[in-house]
């Protein structure tokens, strides 16, 4: 895929409170630094959390790092495909829940957030340590650590697309 053309991009987790909004957050804050119009949204596969904000320790630690954050909970489903054009996941079992709803039709639109970290890229993305934990029965020091994972993805995945794949 040519990263350099993409217009949308959207981050999945399980229940889009914790690591996605997250995701989501630091991605529109690096595209718009980087002068970059791509649109990003973010989601669940679960439906639990719908209509929900973001948990509090997601907000807690964007806010201490003046982040903005606006955010209502979804679920993804299967109409996201025609309209985004790439998703990314946060762990193995997303993946593979995306993969699902995708079909083989939009399965390449389908990669691991983590993938994009440059110390991580020659990982095959089905790997294990691409896996970006699940904090929500964690500490505040889980959510810390899933932030600055989050960011450090974040900006793999902006060099890629200012380099192009
Ligand atoms: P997230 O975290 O997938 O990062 O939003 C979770 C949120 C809720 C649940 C699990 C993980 N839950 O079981 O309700």
Known sequence: MDLSQIKSVSVICLGNICRSPMGEVVLRDRFEKHGL??????GGTGN??????????????LR????FVDHTARQVNNSWFQ????????DLSNRAN???LAGKDYSHKVLMFRWFDEDLNHLPQDHPDLEVPDPYYGTIKDFEMVLSMV???????VNKIRQGL
């Open 37 to 42: 119009k791509i649109e990003v949204s973010s």
């Open 48 to 61: 639990w959390h719908i209509g929900e904000d973001a948990n509090p320790r997601t907000l807690q630690v």
């Open 151 to 157: 960011e450090k993805a974040a900006d793999g995945f």
């Open 98 to 100: 995306l993969l699902k």
């Open 83 to 90: 309209k985004t054009d790439v998703f990314l996941a946060m």
């Open 64 to 67: 201490d790092k003046n982040y």
